[in-house]
């Protein structure tokens, strides 16, 4: 699947079902926002560059779960509409790894594009929040408000972009499996 149809596909079937996609995405958000929260709050008032960024690592690796359990939950979209939360770990780790196998140029833009996204949600109210200092070094210590806006605004971006990288997944590994079902290699 070529990047740009993907892209397209991916917009279409959000609108399409933006209703029930967009409260799921709102749930997984929500629940991964505790151990966001939490991992900050454990270096709170922690000037040290390495546990920031171990906080970091473990930021993607929840934010990782995440996009791979709402990816298995969404894969029966296209098809029926259907959600299917039961087993979605699963099925959405298998379904990345077939998206990246068949086009990685697809979901090299759904990653960017998204990305790209969430920088423009939260950025802005991160850096008038915290400044540019508490975006990009150790968070310090800021006050709650400022957390509180920093927090609110990763998880607007989570909650808007989570979807998009899910679907051009769900998209582009379900190109290849019916490329490979016609005799295609």
């Known amino acids: 699947m070529r990047a740009g149809d ?5 917009l279409a079937l959000l609108r399409r079902h933006a209703g029930r996609v967009y409260a799921l995405s709102l749930a997984v958000t929500l629940v991964n926002t505790v151990p966001d929260v939490l991992r900050q709050l454990l270096v709170h008032d922690d000037p040290s560059v390495a546990h920031a960024l ?5 930021g993607f690796g929840t934010g990782l779960l995440a996009q791979l359990w709402l990816t298995g939950a969404l894969t ?3 098809d029926d509409g259907r959600l299917r939360p039961r087993g979605a770990l699963g099925r959405g780790t298998a379904t990345a790894l077939r998206a990246v196998r068949a086009s990685p140029a697809a979901v090299l833009a759904g990653v960017v594009l998204g990305g790209a996204v969430s920088a423009c949600l939260t950025l802005p109210a991160s850096i008038a929040a915290l400044g540019l200092d508490g975006v990009l070094g150790p968070l310090g210590a800021p006050s709650a408000a400022a957390f509180t806006v920093a927090t609110v605004s990763d998880v607007v971006a989570s909650w808007v972009t989570l979807p998009f990288l899910a ?4 998209l582009t590994a ?7 079902g016609k005799g295609g290699s």
């Open 76 to 78: 029966g979209l296209p």
């Open 174 to 180: 379900g190109s290849a499996r019916r490329f490979a």
């Open 167 to 170: 679907v051009v997944l769900v």
């Open 6 to 10: 993907a892209v397209r596909g991916a």
């Open 54 to 58: 171990l906080v970091d690592v473990v």
